[in-house]
T-cell receptor
Framework: DAMVIQNPRYQVTQFGKPVTLSCSQT?????MYWYQQKSSQAPKLLFH???????NEADTPDNFQSRRPNTSFCFLDIRSPGLGDAAMYLC?????????????FGPGTRLTVT | GDSVTQMEGPVTLSEEAFLTINCTYT??????LFWYVQYPGEGLQLLLK?????DKGSNKGFEATYRKETTSFHLEKGSVQVSDSAVYFC?????????????FGKGTRLSVIA
């Protein structure tokens, strides 16, 4: 089945230790998104790629970076995680930017910072 | 800016009860409207959508009608089941704002008891 896959499902990192979260998709969608979702809150968009075009949200901290080496994969890098970065990180895709095409979400990676 | 306001939760209902979750929005353009559902431990799934005024989205017994005059997109279900227990997010995408990604409400947690 075509899908959005996130690895790992659970990630524990130490304060200040860089961590990378992975997302892959078999939908061949042009757009990939990374969201941060804290407990009992709405998902907050960090950035998105339209093909290779990177679009950062204005309030996304510099501590968060992303890479998209090809259509299928997208990575979220947190350079120096703080305790406040503990959250669920959701990857999503859409066929195109026109949001009449719905977004397809992965199951998320829950990040714990110790 | 664009925003979505949905009713505060949690909402607790008995099985077979009628469900309404209110959602209103503000947008500068002409948005598409969505309801997403998040089951425990999982990512978000698109439940239903509507792309123009008076459209009714429906899926799995849930319905919502795009009301431009009241800027609303309330979610309803005639008879809820225990398996409907989840967090429900109302969202919009405003094409008038130029490829704006999804803007989510804060979510409403629904618990259905047998």
């Amino acid at each position: 089945d075509a899908m959005v896959i996130q690895n790992p499902r659970y990630q524990v990192t130490q304060f200040g230790k860089p961590v990378t979260l992975s997302c892959s998709q078999t939908l061949n969608h042009n757009v990939m998104y990374w969201y941060q979702q804290k407990s009992s809150q709405a998902p907050k968009l960090l950035f998105h790629y339209y093909d290779k075009d990177f679009n950062n949200e204005a309030d996304t901290p510099d501590n968060f970076q992303s890479r998209r080496p090809n259509t299928s994969f997208c990575f979220l890098d947190i350079r120096s995680p703080g305790l406040g970065d503990a959250a669920m990180y959701l990857c999503a895709t859409s066929r195109d930017r026109d949001m009449a095409y719905e977004q397809y979400f992965g199951p998320g990676t829950r990040l714990t910072v110790t | 800016g664009d925003s979505v306001t949905q009713m505060e939760g949690p909402v607790t209902l008995s099985e077979e009860a009628f469900l309404t979750i209110n959602c209103t929005y503000t947008a500068t353009g002409y948005p598409s409207l969505f309801w997403y559902v998040q089951y425990p431990g999982e990512g978000l799934q698109l439940l239903l959508k509507a792309t123009k005024a008076d459209d009714k989205g429906s899926n799995k017994g849930f319905e919502a009608t795009y009301r431009k005059e009241t800027t609303s997109f309330h979610l309803e279900k005639g008879s809820v089941q225990v398996s409907d227990s989840a967090v429900y997010f109302c969202a919009l995408s405003d094409r008038g704002s130029g490829n704006t990604p999804l803007v989510f409400g804060k979510g409403t947690r629904l618990s259905v008891i047998a």
